[in-house]
């Protein structure tokens, strides 16, 4: 195509801007509104993700976890192993944790079944934050015997769902506990922890003085894990080469490996978050043809006019798609300005669940990839739209226009 042709199309469509300026906002806005559905759910759902790594990684995970390579064995030398650690950079805590099975007994013969984990308090308070979710009652105290720690879900005027197995017990009261293989012993519920997500309050705690009164083969050298936090994920893999150096004989995971665990719940919220991503984008591109081919329609009269003064259908048919181009770009740079603002929105007054608060997670690919999206809808949206309407008889365009 010409240079002059070009520029003709491009005044054809400049002068349609301006003449039309009521229904091409309104065109904008929907366009942005589109950019926005294909963004927000999907953000949310992202987050859905990220927040519950991030309820284990702040509680009983960490970012770095340390383990035996075989079920049954025990980390050896597990102090050393933390003083070597704690040496390096970027280590926010360390902690080693021992586990153990129990069945805990309320004086109405109730009980329900926990995992134990025994603990140093003060190494374990820098690498979650159990201590400061204490919701009745207090942390444990290094030095004190026979306390236990318990979470919410498992105390039957705490627990709100009544979905789950409870014992009715307070704080300062006793519960008979029977560890596997270990006589029965009577420990007092030191504090009762309230986390966000359930699923975290399985988990009790018990001190390592409370071990060695209860259980006769405790080694305090030993752990069944350590678990290391960092200021945040970024430093997992620089951190995990400078251990490896150590050649600790322990298997090294990262928070993303052991959260396997519940990958397949992570995928489900990643396929959720993609359809509805690129349903977004379908109903975006939709909504994009049908109002063009409406705005379009109604110039049928003004097409003929200029086909009949000379101007080619291909002239035309191009100022209608630097014009669907136009809206396409300035629609995307308002939506993005929307989502932004609504996820400002968000962290203000965040979507409140079991998981956490949700705030839409979206990167700027996602940004680039919708708005590339939404102009090329809008672009061939446009030509199509141009190319019906300018294919038309000029006599039947002006008189039916």
């Known amino acids: 195509m010409k240079k002059n042709e070009i520029l003709t199309a491009f005044f054809i469509a400049k002068k349609n801007i301006i003449k039309n300026k009521n229904i091409l906002i309104f065109t904008i806005l929907i366009i942005s509104l589109g950019f926005i559905s294909s963004i927000i759910i999907y953000g949310v759902l992202q987050d859905v993700g990220h927040d519950l790594q991030e309820n284990f990684i702040e509680t009983n ?65 820098q690498v979650s934050v159990i201590d400061e979710i204490i919701k009745e009652g207090s942390w444990l105290n ?21 979905a789950f ?21 009577e420990l007092i519920l030191q504090g009762i922890y309230d986390h966000k997500y359930i699923e975290i309050e399985i988990t009790s705690y018990i001190d390592e003085d409370t071990a060695m009164e209860i259980f006769s083969d405790y080694d305090s050298t030993t752990a069944d894990q350590i678990i290391i936090r960092l200021p945040d994920r970024s430093y997992t893999q620089e951190t995990i080469e400078e251990i490896s150096k150590f050649e600790i004989n322990a298997k090294i995971s990262t928070w993303e490996e052991k959260s396997s665990r519940f990958a397949s719940v992570l995928d489900s919220f990643e396929i959720i978050g993609d359809i509805s991503f690129f349903l977004g984008l379908l109903i975006s591109a939709i909504s994009i043809y049908v109002i063009l081919y409406i705005n379009i329609l109604n110039k049928k009269t003004q097409i003929g006019i200029i086909k009949a003064i000379g101007i080619k259908s291909k002239i035309i048919a191009l100022s ?16 993005i ?17 079991g998981v956490g608060e949700l705030v839409p997670q979206v990167t700027i690919w996602i940004f680039w990839f919708v708005g590339f999206a939404i102009v090329l809808a809008s672009v061939i949206s446009g030509y199509i739209v141009s190319k019906k309407i300018t294919k038309q008889n000029i006599i039947e365009a002006i008189f039916n226009g």
């Open 337 to 353: 300005l929307l989502t932004l603002f609504m996820i400002e929105c968000f962290k203000f007054s965040p979507i409140q669940t």
């Open 61 to 125: 995970m960490g970012h770095i976890i340390l383990e035996p390579y075989r079920d049954n064995d025990k980390i050896e030398n597990a102090d050393n192993i933390i003083k070597k650690i704690k040496a390096l950079p970027n280590i926010l805590g360390i902690a080693k944790i021992n586990k153990k099975a129990a069945r805990l007994y309320d004086l109405n013969n109730n009980y329900i079944d926990t995992e134990v984990y025994i603990i140093d308090p003060e190494e374990f308070s």
């Open 142 to 162: 290094k030095g004190e015997k026979n306390k236990i720690l318990m979470g919410c879900i498992n105390i039957d005027k705490c627990n709100e769902i009544k």
């Open 165 to 185: 197995d409870t014992i009715d017990i307070g704080v300062g009261e006793k519960v008979r506990t029977i560890f596997n293989s270990y006589p029965e012993t």
């Open 320 to 335: 209608y798609v630097m014009l669907s181009f136009f809206l396409g770009v300035i629609g995307s740079i308002v939506g």
